[in-house]
């Protein structure tokens, strides 16, 4: 239970209590002037009796009768439409205040939600999405750069100088090699030969090419 609760235990409970007595208050009203609407109904028939019988006085007395509860039943009228104008605007208030509540949670909703949506905070994360991605990007194209650059290393002359040697090779025109020439040796397979390579006869026989190539 809240520390509202404790402090103020019966608040909300007399609000009702007090709606209860008052719907009892009218109904007890209600059987009230129905009482007097029938004393005044007789007063005014005994007024039309005496009359009848000539007692002008009695006549009169009982006519006064059937005005007094004629006032009574008007005031117990006027008084129960005012108790039951409150009531309904306590149940109109009552209404209105828990739209009220219901307007304001949802106005606060919303202004939480708005402030995880605002247009400002959406442009922000938008433009620090895109300056995100170019700067992945940056650095992809940094890590993918052009080795020449990145090692400072230039092949123009030996690129020339390789082309030279083919166009001499075959006559001064490049020829038409077939496509399986034109595979690129992997350097996988080269370490997957490389223990049959170490083997006696087959390093023999690269020493021997290399002393050949060096003494040419």
Same mark, same amino acid.
Do not use: C, W
């Given at each position: 239970?809240?520390?509202?609760?404790?402090?103020? $235990?019966?608040?909300?409970?007399?609000?009702?209590?007090?709606?209860?007595?008052? &719907?009892?208050?009218?109904?007890?009203?209600?059987?009230?002037?129905?009482?007097?609407?029938?004393? /005044?109904? *007789?007063?005014?028939?005994?007024? &039309?009796?005496?009359?009848?019988?000539?007692?002008?006085?009695?006549?009169?007395?009982?006519? =006064? @009768?059937?005005? @007094?509860?004629?006032?009574?039943?008007?005031?117990?009228?006027?008084?129960?439409?005012?108790?039951?104008?409150?009531?309904?605007?306590?149940?109109?208030? &009552?209404?209105? /205040?828990?739209?009220?509540?219901?307007?304001?949670?949802?106005?606060?909703?919303?202004?939480? *939600?708005?402030?995880?949506?605002?247009?400002?905070?959406?442009? *922000?994360?938008?433009?620090?999405?895109?300056?995100?991605?170019?700067?992945?990007?940056? /650095?992809?194209?940094?890590?993918?750069?052009?080795?020449?650059?990145?090692?400072?290393?230039?092949?123009?002359?030996?690129?020339? @100088?390789?082309?030279?040697?083919?166009?001499?090779?075959?006559?001064?025109? =490049? $020829?038409?090699? $077939?496509?399986?020439?034109? @595979?690129?040796?992997?350097?996988?397979?080269?370490?997957?030969?490389? $223990?049959?390579?170490?083997?006696?006869?087959?390093?023999?026989?690269?020493?021997?090419?290399?002393? &050949?190539?060096?003494?040419?």
């Amino acid at each position: 239970m809240g520390i509202k609760k404790k402090l103020f $235990p019966r608040k909300g409970v007399e609000k009702e209590e007090l709606v209860i007595k008052a &719907k009892a208050h009218i109904r007890k009203m209600a059987l009230a002037n129905k009482t007097y609407s029938k004393r /005044s109904e *007789i007063a005014r028939k005994n007024a &039309k009796i005496a009359l009848k019988r000539g007692e002008r006085v009695r006549a009169k007395n009982y006519l =006064i @009768q059937f005005k @007094q509860y004629q006032q009574k039943v008007d005031r117990a009228n006027n008084i129960r439409a005012k108790i039951e104008r409150s009531l309904e605007a306590v149940e109109e208030g &009552k209404m209105i /205040s828990m739209t009220g509540d219901l307007m304001g949670g949802i106005r606060d909703e919303l202004q939480t *939600i708005s402030t995880k949506v605002s247009p400002e905070k959406i442009a *922000i994360i938008a433009e620090d999405s895109e300056a995100y991605v170019a700067e992945i990007e940056e /650095s992809a194209e940094i890590l993918a750069g052009d080795p020449e650059i990145d090692l400072a290393i230039d092949v123009t002359d030996e690129l020339n @100088q390789l082309e030279t040697e083919m166009l001499l090779d075959q006559g001064g025109q =490049i $020829p038409d090699v $077939p496509a399986d020439d034109l @595979q690129y040796i992997s350097e996988f397979e080269l370490d997957e030969e490389e $223990p049959e390579i170490r083997t006696k006869a087959k390093l023999s026989d690269e020493i021997e090419k290399l002393r &050949k190539e060096l003494e040419s």
